[in-house]
Nanobody, 125 residues
Framework: QVELAESGGTSVQAGGSLRLSCVAVGNFWRGACLTWFRQAPGKEREGLAT????????LYADSVKDRFTISMDAARNTWFLQINSAKPEDTGKYYC??????????????????WGQGTQVSVSS
């Protein structure tokens, strides 16, 4: 069993930066895909960035490539999403999720058995 909890969501102005964190409780670090999702108002939840716990390989959606960075700290059971040059379209609720499988994008929500409760990000123009 794995439990996830996000933090770091806040309100920023366009062009600003913020970092989201996801703390995980459970024994999972070998062979786990850790992914950040976003659900914008009125839109479906989409996978933005993934990192594999072995080797730290990353993937990014085109919409956030070059602005978002996913990373992890295995010693702290935590992974992060650094958001730079924030845009109003980055507004939404951000979720971390985990599956015991390789990573891929686009991400299928049904493949992820473990989810956090989400943290809200608002970007004003």
């Amino acid at each position: 069993q794995v439990e996830l909890a996000e933090s770091g969501g806040t309100s920023v102005q366009a062009g600003g930066s913020l970092r989201l964190s996801c703390v995980a409780v459970g024994n999972f670090w070998r062979g786990a895909c850790l992914t950040w999702f976003r659900q914008a108002p009125g839109k479906e939840r989409e996978g933005l960035a993934t990192i594999y716990s072995v080797g730290s390989g990353t993937l990014y959606a085109d919409s956030v490539k070059d602005r978002f960075t996913i990373s992890m700290d295995a010693a702290r059971n935590t992974w992060f999403l650094q958001i730079n040059s924030a845009k109003p379209e980055d507004t939404g609720k951000y979720y971390c999720a985990l599956k015991f499988d390789r990573c891929s994008l686009p991400a299928l929500l049904s493949e992820y058995p473990y989810w956090g409760q989400g943290t809200q990000v608002s970007v004003s123009s």
